[in-house]
């Protein structure tokens, strides 16, 4: 299979990224996530989209933490888990490690590690 050599998006990636990231964090501020329907939907679609820019990109530590999320959202938009704050605070903690990784793509040309998280995540939101 023949390596694409996608460092030209980069910056691009990094914009949308952030906008993403932006989405997310204000999502996670919004009160009683569990009745608002509106605010899971745009988390949703946010972690996503993130994801998969990720998995695109190569980012594939990174896409999984959010494949995690995105996976989790969409049982709370099924009505197969609820949200409370402990598990916003736990998504809040990923999402910040997400972000973290996107600052060492953009510094670095590398994400970060984020295994940990993601066994963390599974544990803590019982995926």
Same mark, same amino acid.
Request: glycine share 6%.
């Given at each position: 299979? #023949?390596?694409?050599?996608?460092? !030209?998006?980069?910056?691009?990636?990094?914009?949308?990224?952030?906008?993403?990231?932006?989405?997310?964090?204000?999502?996670?501020?919004?009160?009683?996530?569990?009745?608002?329907?509106?605010?899971?939907?745009?988390?949703?679609?946010?972690?996503?989209?993130?994801?998969s820019q990720n998995l #695109?990109?190569?980012? !594939?530590?990174?896409?999984?933490?959010?494949?995690?999320?995105?996976?989790?959202?969409?049982?709370?938009?099924?009505?197969?888990?609820?949200?409370?704050?402990?598990?916003?605070?736990?998504?809040?903690?990923?999402?910040?490690?997400?972000? &973290?990784?996107?600052?060492?793509? &953009?510094?670095?040309?590398?994400?970060?590690?984020?295994?940990?998280?993601?066994?963390?995540?599974? &544990?803590?939101?019982?995926?």
């Amino acid at each position: 299979m #023949t390596q694409v050599d996608l460092s !030209s998006y980069k910056g691009l990636f990094v914009k949308t990224a952030s906008e993403y990231l932006e989405k997310l964090t204000n999502g996670l501020d919004q009160t009683d996530l569990n009745t608002n329907t509106e605010a899971i939907n745009n988390i949703y679609i946010s972690i996503h989209s993130l994801g998969s820019q990720n998995l #695109t990109m190569g980012y !594939s530590s990174t896409g999984a933490l959010c494949r995690l999320i995105e996976n989790y959202f969409y049982k709370v938009k099924n009505g197969e888990q609820t949200i409370d704050e402990q598990k916003i605070q736990y998504l809040k903690g990923a999402v910040a490690k997400v972000k &973290e990784s996107l600052t060492s793509v &953009e510094a670095n040309n590398a994400e970060l590690n984020l295994d940990d998280e993601q066994k963390t995540i599974k &544990e803590r939101l019982s995926l």
